[in-house]
């Protein structure tokens, strides 16, 4: 670093990449949903389809 660099400089060069970040971090979040929701679903909809929850389970795939 040299000594004409301000503060300023330095907090602007240092920033985290906020909306990448988001983007991130919203992208993995429904990643996980997707893949997740139907297997937490599965009892509900044996149930209401009168079906064991295993037989159910080849549709989540």
Do not use: V
Not at 14 to 32: D, H, K, N, V, Y
């Amino acid at each position: 670093m040299t000594s004409e660099m301000t503060e300023r400089d330095l907090s602007t060069s240092e920033r985290l990449p906020l909306a990448a970040l988001l983007a991130l971090a919203t992208s993995g979040f429904i990643t996980i949903l997707t893949e997740a929701l139907p297997a937490g679903l599965l009892p509900q909809m044996g149930s209401s389809l009168k079906q064991w929850s295993g037989s159910l389970s080849h549709f989540t795939q």
